[in-house]
């Protein structure tokens, strides 16, 4: 249940979902994916990536769709855009935003140095 969401325009949200083509952002193995709710150390997060769109509105279509698709993460991509996470709780929903960032730089970070995330 999600009584708390976060709309973040987070600069390494922006810069994952434009390296990453596709609709769907994956990682394994890196510590904060255990602060998603539901995932530990030998989960893949996947996060969908919805592409923008001039109007919120545009945008709330593609992520009712997303959303619909059974994704586990709390969390979609708007590519060139930001973010949305959310949570039981205002708390929880800033965990999910503070580890969301923190695995966008790090896999930005690994990218610059030719590590595979």
Partial sequence: EANTIFHLHNTNAVLVSMLYPGDVFSVKHLQMVKG???FG???TLEIPIVENRATEDGISELILETLNKGFK???ILIRRHGLYTWGSS????KIHAESLDWIFKVVLEMKKLGIES
């Avoid at 205002?90 to 929903?93: C, N, R, Y």
């Fill in 73 to 75: 993460a709390d969390c």
């Fill in 36 to 38: 998603m709710s539901g």
């Fill in 90 to 93: 205002w708390k929880q929903a």
């Fill in 41 to 43: 150390w030998d989960d």
